[in-house]
């Protein structure tokens, strides 16, 4: 059973920071490239950062220079650092894998960030 569990998210104030964290199991964690998606109340989900399976990562261009996304393969973990938080950051964030090799993708159940003061 594939299983992706996000955690980390929170109450912040505008400028400051959270770390996401979205651990995966029943996958082959090296074969899938991880993904972050954000959607607030009434707006489209949006993709926010992606990390490849080989370390390569794109950001959605209202995050770069504030968010970073990594992994750890040995923890079968993706991670998102979030820095210089704004109001508009506010929405549910979920991880998403999907394979490098086959069309098989999953999500996780999602996380709730709230940027205010």
């Known amino acids: 059973q594939v299983r992706l569990v996000e955690s980390g998210g929170g109450l912040v104030q505008p400028g400051g920071s959270l770390r996401l964290s979205c651990a995966a199991s029943g996958i082959i964690f090296s074969f899938y490239s991880m993904g972050w998606y954000r959607q607030a109340p009434g707006m489209q989900r949006e993709l926010v950062a992606a990390?490849?399976?080989?370390?390569?990562?794109n950001y959605a261009d209202s995050v770069k220079g504030r968010f970073t996304i990594s992994r750890d393969t040995a923890k079968n973990t993706v991670y998102l650092q979030m820095n210089s938080l704004k109001p508009e950051d506010t929405a549910v964030y979920s991880c998403?894998?999907?394979?490098?090799?086959?069309?098989?993708?999953?999500w996780g159940q999602g996380t709730q960030v709230t940027v205010s003061s």
């Open positions: 990390v490849t399976s080989g370390g390569r990562t």
């Open positions: 998403t894998a999907r394979s490098d090799y086959n069309e098989n993708g999953y």
